[in-house]
Each structure stands twice: as structure tokens, then as C-alpha cells.
DNA sequence: ACTCATAATGAAACCTCTTACATTTTCACT
DNA sequence: AGTGAAAATGTAAGAGGTTTCATTATGAGT
């Protein structure tokens, strides 16, 4: 079932009925209305590679991220494919994992699959290498196609950066804590990610501005995983701190873990901050008070950002910040 | 940069240049090696839609499922798409929500993208119309591309079931309970599906079997939301039942907190079982006994016969069952 | 050197759509 | 009725691959 079939049982030529498929204004309402029917009753649908072929789009987004059974991670994907669906794109979906060379091969896998726009969620940055050199891989797919960065930042023409401000809530949170009477504030994070980086500059920052000197010692590197989180802080003196703000729900419930297995009470005796609101919050018992990072005012900002790209309209910024907010619980006591 | 430019600087025709691009054994190695040199300097990748239109495939893989950032779903997305991906299949996502309406504005998106297969992730059965009526959809979809189910069933040519036994681990999970002398076990979903059918099941049959009278009012229907489910077992009266098996980890987690409510001590006042051994069990406190319905296992015989179907390999069963077993954690005492 | 089977290559058809341009139809106005 | 502009429709040329079939090149066996 093609477009000459339909042409052929309408009594039209392909040309016609390509318009109406297509809602040109140029065909007469009686045609349109036959040709419609015909379309309708044959449940013919047009062959999405002869049409790309011609258009050169087909209307296809992808989507990478290192991780998608992460809690944070699938909420984003959620709303981008929410969000992408509503105005007609389909979500071409890659798991590439935190290395580069998988990151790569994701990327030009999706390349060859011919999406209108990439967009790469969170660690920009592994570890290994310069920025420079970790980051290349986006530049490269840029030339090909525009790339929309979420909570990351790449400099590069054709990218487009949208994060949370993470320098601003860890600063926030940081001074929250000071306010509460903490002085040794653990720094818990999983990654060197740009987001990683700016939680962590925040809350330099915010010790600095309330002349409490800077610990190396207190900022601690775990792999995301709860148990090695809780078994990290196990390792450490005890009393050597006071508090944890961890830069994910998961490590701060690995410090929940902690404070359990040290019989310590939170939030007096510890107080634990995690990082974007996630389901994982009011599973843990206390239950977390975390960073809201606002993935969904992320996520549409993004999304409308990149339609106005593909639409070629002038004007988009190359950098956007969305503010997040404190979502309290009762792990601290503000 | 197309097969032509290519052909052209090989000094070579076109159909060469394909069978060099498709690894065809009838080139000369001489004439192999200039033009894949020439390929690889050019960075020329063929058109996707082109290619399309001539092989009718773009080894893409649709993924329908009712909402990512569920636990169990991304966990089962995750695997998917690592294990197409190995095969050299793209992934399109889609999540539905549980409306029937939506699962086929999707469904239908996705055969206009031209997927080779379908996916679709349990809760097949909305609880509105007959099973005939909801699961429609289903055997149209696979008038045109085979359709795999993920825990769910629906019988008709070109269907595809994988599912766990969820009949039998039920079945065993309320025997371990009746063992620690348990009497009034509550049944706690969210869902109509054919997962959680199988579960009411083998949760009836122990009993039953146990000489225990079924007694309805302990199956309990709620959405599927923490807060939802702590609320509906605090309207219940107090000792009306004495443990609870809850088809989600979500909601045995909403169960944990009614019991910290009320003060319950857990597993010796209240025992209780959550299902998906998801990342929610250990984020609990006290961590979760749950049914580990091994979605590794599922996903990979999914991918597998998925293989062997687009293989035109013949002897694919239309159903396939996997077993489960049981995580044990703190809030069980067996 | 001459066959002849086989390997290597190329020409052209085909896949199904979009669209620029050409042609035909319509119809208001004289 | 005749004219001409505007509207409707059709023709044919791409878009960029794959693949069949025909043709040419190769080289082993005599």
C-alpha cells in the first residue's frame, strides 16, 4: 500500500495526494475530501524513509544517558519524552554508561540513525583526560547535528546548555547547615561531572563566606552506590564530621545508613542533605531532605529551546539556568 | 557526501561501493581496501533513509512502556536497550502512561517510525472494557511488526510473551509467611494487570491451600504512590491483618511507613513483602524483602527471541516463563 | 595462445515519497 | 463568448541507497 495506490483509487495523481497528506492549502476541499477518505479507509500511512528521504527529517530526537535505572536520570527522560512527544517527535533512547568510548559509539550510532537534534544528559566529564579531550565527542556530533546539553557545560558552536543552578542551592544548603551550627560539613559526591563541579565550588563558597577553612578531608569521592556510600563514612574518624550533603539521593541515604549504623540521631546528631529530590526521599526512613533541582522546568526549557533551533529561529542562547529550591524534610532541622 | 562521491573518487561504480559499505565477499581485496581507505578518510556514513527504502529496515526496536521513572520500568529499559544495542539495534522509547488511548497514540507513532519489533512492558490491561477490548490494539499492532510482551499476556499471531512466574512466586512468598504464622496476610496493588492477576492468584491458591478462607477485604487496591498506600492501610482497622504482600516495592514501602506510624515493630508485629527487588528495597529502613522477578533474565530471553523472530528462525514459543526468587531483607522474618 | 568457468564490476531498475515546474481547469469580468 | 489571472492538478526529476542482471576481466587447464 503506497502513494500510487491511493492516487490510483482516487483517480488522482501522487502529487495530490502527497498535499493532502501533507495539508496543503493547494488542493480543492472536494479532492481533499475524497482523497481523505480513500487515505482513511486503507489505513495507509506514508513510508517514513521515501518521506525522509525527501525531507530530510524524521522527526526524531535522540536522547543519551549514562544511566537510565537511576532515579534522576529516568525522571528527565520522562519528561523529555513527555515533552517531545507532545509536539510530534519521537525519543530514540541510548544507555551509554559513564565511559567515553561508549559514549561515543552511542552517539554515532544515533547519528547514523538520522535525529534532528541530540541531547546528552548530565556527566559531560568522566575523570580521564582533559575537558578538552572528553568533550570533543560533542563538538564533533555538533557539526552534525545541533546537541542540547542537560545539567552540563560544553562551549562549542551548535551546543546548547541547559543546567540547574547547582552553584546557587549548594551555596544555599551549605549555609543552611552553618546556620544550624555545623562546622564540619561533609562534601559526598559520585562524579567530576560540570554539575559535581559547581555543588562543589557552592559549597567552598559558602564556607569561605562564613570563615570556616576548607577540608580536602571532608570531601569525599565514592562510587553511587548506598552501601559503598555508608561504608565510605564508616571508614572515617568518628566525629571527624557533622553533617553530609551529598551531590546525590543515593549517597545521602548510604549516610542515612551511617548514622544508623553509628546509632548517631538525625537530625541532631547528623544532619544529611541529598541531591535532586528524587523518589528515593521519601523511601528513606527519615526521609531526605534533597536539592530540588527542578528536572522538569529543565527538561522544557530544553525541549523548547531545541524546537526553536530545528524551527531555525534566531535568538536561542548558548547557556540557560533554571533555580532550583530546597525540598525540607526530616534529615535536617531546617 | 554520498555513495556517488565516493564511487567517483574510487574510480569505481556505486553498487561497488555498497557491496564494500555491506561486506559482500565478491570484491577483490585490492579494490575492498582503496575504497573502504576513501570511506573511512570521508567519514561518509550511508543515508539511513535511503538505505531504509531499500532494505525496509532501520534496525530500530520500539520500547513502550507505562512510566519510566518507575523503578522496575527503567530497570527493564535499561537492560533492553543494552542488550539491542549490542545486537546493533536503536532504541525508541515511548511512555504511555496507562491509558489505553495513549498506549495507542504511541503504538501507532512508533509503526509510522518504521520499528522493526515492539516492545510493550507490562500492565497490558488498563482495567477499563474486557481483556478483548484493551488488548486490541495489540494484535493490530502485530498485523504489522512482531510484538513482545514483557510480563504481560495476550494471545494472537505475531505476539510474543515473556513474563516472570509470578503465579508461583506469590504462591511462595504467602507459604513463607503462613510458616511464621501469619493468618491475615493483606494483598496490596495497583493494578489490573495480568502480572498482578497472577500474583492474587498464587497468593489465593497458598491460602487455600493452608486452609485459610479468602477474605476480600484484605485485597487491597490503591495507586500506585507511597503516601497513597501508607494512607488506605491506616484507614484500615488496627490488627485487621498481620503482614502484607504488596505487588510493587513502592507500595510495600508505603506499607513500611503505616507500620512506623503505628508503631509497629517490623518483621515481629508485621511482616512485609514488596515485589521488583528494586533499588527502592534497600533505600528503605528496614530494607525490603522482595520478589527478585529477575528482569535481567526476562529482558534477555526477550531480546533473544526477538533476534531469532526478525531471523525468520522458525520454533519461537509464544510464551516463555522465568523464574523468581526471593531477596531476603529485614522485614520478614524468614 | 585459446577456452571457459569464475570472479569482479557496472548499468539500470527499484524502493516511495516531495516538490519545482508545466499544464489544465475554473471563473470573474468585459 | 472571449480573455486572463488564479486555482487545481499532473509530470517528472530528484533524494541515496540496494540489488538483479548483464558485461568484462582474470586465470587455470589444455
Not at 527522560?77 to 559509539?105: M, Q
Not at 547547582?166 to 564540619?184: H, S
Not at 554539575?195 to 564556607?207: D, F, W
Not at 553530609?244 to 537530625?267: Q, S
Amino acid at each position: 500500500m503506497n502513494i500510487y495506490d491511493i492516487a490510483k483509487e482516487a483517480g488522482v495523481s501522487i502529487a495530490t495526494v502527497s498535499r493532502v497528506m501533507n495539508d496543503s492549502p493547494k488542493v480543492s476541499e472536494k479532492t481533499k475530501k475524497k482523497v481523505k477518505e480513500i487515505i482513511e479507509r486503507s489505513e495507509y500511512t506514508p513510508n517514513i524513509f521515501a518521506q525522509g528521504l525527501g525531507l530530510n527529517t524524521m522527526h526524531t530526537i535522540g536522547v543519551l544517558v549514562p544511566r537510565i535505572s537511576d532515579a534522576y536520570m529516568s525522571s528527565v527522560v520522562a519528561f523529555l519524552e513527555e515533552y517531545l512527544h507532545d509536539k510530534g517527535y519521537g525519543c530514540i533512547l541510548g544507555c551509554s554508561g559513564y565511559s567515553r568510548a561508549e559514549k561515543e559509539a552511542h552517539v554515532s550510532m544515533m547519528l547514523s540513525k538520522h535525529i534532528d537534534a541530540l541531547i546528552l544528559v548530565g556527566s559531560t566529564y568522566a575523570g580521564t583526560g582533559t575537558i578538552e579531550e572528553e568533550t570533543d565527542y560533542i563538538r564533533k556530533a555538533a557539526s552534525k547535528t545541533p546537541v542540547f546539553l542537560i545539567n552540563g557545560l560544553v562551549n562549542g558552536e551548535n551546543v546548547y546548555c541547559t543546567a540547574s543552578n547547582d552553584y546557587q542551592a549548594a551555596y544555599d544548603v551549605t549555609i543552611k547547615l552553618i546556620e544550624n551550627g555545623r562546622r564540619r560539613i561533609a562534601f559526598l559526591t559520585d562524579s567530576h561531572s560540570y554539575s559535581a563541579n559547581q555543588k562543589r565550588m557552592g559549597y567552598e563558597t559558602a564556607l569561605t563566606y562564613s570563615n570556616i577553612p576548607i577540608d580536602k578531608a571532608l570531601q569525599l569521592f565514592v562510587k553511587n552506590d548506598i552501601y559503598q556510600a555508608r561504608d565510605l563514612l564508616l571508614s572515617r574518624p568518628d566525629h571527624s564530621f557533622d553533617s553530609v550533603f551529598a551531590t546525590d539521593d543515593g549517597l545521602a541515604v548510604g549516610a542515612v545508613k551511617y548514622a544508623g549504623e553509628k546509632g548517631l540521631r538525625i537530625p541532631e546528631d547528623m544532619e544529611i542533605v541529598g541531591y535532586n529530590n528524587s523518589s528515593l526521599c521519601i523511601c528513606s526512613n527519615p526521609e531526605l531532605t534533597s536539592v530540588d533541582n527542578c528536572i522538569s522546568k529543565v527538561c522544557s526549557d530544553t525541549v523548547e529551546r531545541l524546537l526553536k533551533v530545528l524551527d531555525k529561529k534566531e535568538g536561542v542562547s548558548a547557556h540557560n539556568i533554571v533555580g532550583c529550591s530546597i525540598a525540607r524534610r526530616n534529615t535536617t532541622s531546617f
